[in-house]
T-cell receptor
């Protein structure tokens, strides 16, 4: 039973294309996140959603558009992909209101732009 | 600004003890987390500190000093499988944003 699952695991595409990554969590958490981890392994927050509402948008280009149809899902659509978008994208979830609750991460989507 | 500093790499010997330090400067503080990330895998939760002092969890312990903006992760009885990156992360006051350090790559040698 995967707690946070994201698809696809690998995504290889050409510059200029549009692609989507899907994420689902079955932990009953109320908050979901997208992170980008670049080649230097820096894990940087992109978006945070709480109960389907956008809470954090860390100055991400508007080519990136997250969508949360319900609190168990947070998808990421990327338009006009650029070489610099190559990275591993991690989805995560957590339960707010309980201070010691950590984030649970999906296995990551490895995006390579040709 | 927000900044989390930790050493880039460390090497230790199997069976030994290693301490990974983390210093942080953040605009708010609502807890400090340590995560372990093996190459090609997702980060997994190791420990959490919100009050000053030491939290022990089996072979892993984590210490926090809020006044100094300092934490460390202590790994005892090192095993080869402990070779991984260790990420220090601070959650902000609102609880919706966690800032991660760049991680410390630990190499455990026989």
């Amino acid at each position: 039973d995967t707690a946070v699952s994201q698809t696809p695991k690998y995504l290889v595409t050409q510059m200029g294309n549009d692609k989507s990554i899907k994420c689902e969590q079955n932990l009953g958490h109320d908050t979901m996140y997208w992170y980008k981890q670049d080649s230097k392994k820096f894990l940087k927050i992109m978006f945070s959603y709480n109960n389907k509402e956008l809470i954090i948008n860390e100055t991400v280009p508007n080519r990136f558009s997250p969508k949360s149809p319900d609190k168990a899902h947070l998808n990421l659509h990327i338009n006009s992909l650029e070489l610099g978008d190559s990275a591993v994208y991690f989805c995560a979830s957590s339960q707010t209101g309980t201070s010691n609750q950590p984030q649970h991460f999906g296995d990551g989507t490895r995006l390579s732009i040709l | 600004g927000q900044n989390i500093d930790q050493p880039t790499e460390m090497t230790a010997t199997e069976g030994a003890i290693v301490q990974i330090n983390c210093t942080y400067q953040t605009s708010g503080f609502n807890g400090l987390f340590w995560y372990q990330q093996h190459a090609g895998e997702a980060p997994t939760f190791l420990s959490y500190n919100v009050l000053d002092g030491l939290e022990e969890k089996g072979r892993f312990s984590s210490f926090l000093s809020r006044s100094k903006g300092y934490s460390y992760l202590l790994l005892k009885e090192l095993q080869m499988k402990d070779s991984a990156s260790y990420l220090c992360a601070v959650r902000d006051t609102g609880g919706f944003k966690t800032i991660f350090g760049a991680g410390t790559r630990l190499f455990v040698k026989a």
